[in-house]
């Protein structure tokens, strides 16, 4: 199949797009977080072409992408008000919450479950698409399944082109790791993904916050999990990636220690004079940790070569998108983490 490449920029394209999905097809969306691989989420057999296209275990639901918080009542019932006011105060943007599905919702989306992740994405050109198609746009990242998230086209294209219908490109993605996933359907609202809204904006809105297990720890293979997509080996390059935390100093001296040929660091622009000698990739400013989470994938997929033995990584402490950027880096290693301050 030859994929068609639509720029975001061009007026035809919202219409072109909406087409394709309006008629069963897989089109790649750009979001602010990450792009997506979208489809009628309506229409089982085109979400179906998304678990293909992604080689995603058909047991780990997708996400409802909607142009407007209003049409959420079609999908879901029993709404509680803090989803109202979540959408009033992060919608459009990087939050998804998960609520009761309604029948309308194919469980080939729900991957079976009886709730419903929805969203509404801060592209306005990605709501215009969905505005036209009429039909919510079911979306995963574009990835295939476990590699680094998609955050620019040629990443889409790099692991699709040929086997989607349409890429729509609208440049790199802004907040570059996933939407926070919050579930409403329980007594206490609870935190399955850190992404682009942190913590402390859903506590300041919520009052309560529960962060779930699969944030923190590793998840067995066969754990039941809130959050089916936890449990899967996510993000990582083929190298083993292990964190160093702790001082600067002490960080570099831990690691030019146990550097060996074939190994790379993942540090932050600052940081890149102390790793002469140690092939050192920045992915973006630790003062401006937004810089961070916009290049934490694209470093992430520069390293997945097989070349690489392992990488030493570098990871923001704090709130905000950094416990997002923190939730990922400890995915990509598989939760090793070395205290360079113990070791010295
Ligand atoms: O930012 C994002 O959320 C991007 C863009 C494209 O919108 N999408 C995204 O989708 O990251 P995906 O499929 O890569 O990750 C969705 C996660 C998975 O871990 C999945 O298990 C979880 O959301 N999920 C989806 N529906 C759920 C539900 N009803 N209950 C619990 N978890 C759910
Ligand atoms: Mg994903």
């Not at 797009?17 to 691989?37: F, N, R």
């Not at 694209?298 to 997002?324: F, K, N």
């Amino acid at each position: 199949m030859n994929t068609l490449y639509l720029s975001a920029e061009d007026a035809r394209t919202p219409e072109i797009a909406a087409e394709i999905v309006k008629s069963g097809g897989l089109v790649a969306i750009p979001t602010e977080t990450v792009y997506g691989l979208g489809a009628n989420g309506l229409d089982e057999n085109a979400v179906l072409k998304i678990f293909e296209a992604k080689g995603r275990p058909q047991d780990n639901p997708l996400i409802l992408h909607v142009a407007d918080a209003g049409e959420i009542v079609k999908f879901c019932h029993d709404i509680p008000q803090a989803a109202y006011d979540l959408a009033q105060a992060f919608w459009p943007g990087p939050l998804t919450m998960v609520l009761p599905a309604k029948d309308t919702v194919p469980k080939r989306t729900t991957a079976g479950l009886s709730t419903v992740g929805v969203r509404c994405p801060d592209n306005a050109v990605t709501r215009e698409i969905i505005r036209l198609a009429g039909v919510p746009i079911a979306a995963p990242s574009a990835n295939i399944s476990g590699k680094p998230s998609t955050t620019t086209a040629q990443h889409v294209l790099h692991d699709h082109d040929g086997n989607i219908d349409a890429i729509v490109d609208g440049g790199a993605c802004r907040v570059g790791v996933e939407s926070t996933i919050v579930d409403l359907t329980e007594e206490r609202p609870r935190l399955l993904r850190p992404g682009g809204i942190g913590p402390e904006q859903l506590v300041e809105v919520l009052g309560d916050l529960i962060v779930d297990k699969a944030v923190t720890a590793q998840i067995d293979h066969d754990a039941v999990v809130k959050a089916p997509g936890m449990k899967y080996k996510h993000y990582a390059p083929q190298s083993e990636v292990v964190i160093v935390s702790g001082s600067r100093e002490k960080a570099a001296a831990y690691i030019h220690a146990h550097f060996e040929p074939g190994d790379r660091v993942l540090c932050f622009e600052e940081e890149l004079p102390l790793y002469d000698g140690c092939a050192p990739l920045s992915y973006g400013q630790e003062s401006h940790v937004e810089t961070l989470s916009a290049g934490l994938f694209a470093a992430l997929r520069i390293l997945d070569d097989p070349g690489i033995h392992r990488v030493y990584a570098r990871c923001p402490v704090g709130g905000g998108v950094a416990y997002a950027v923190q939730n990922r880096l400890k995915k990509a290693a598989a939760f090793h983490i070395i205290d360079a301050e113990a070791e010295a």
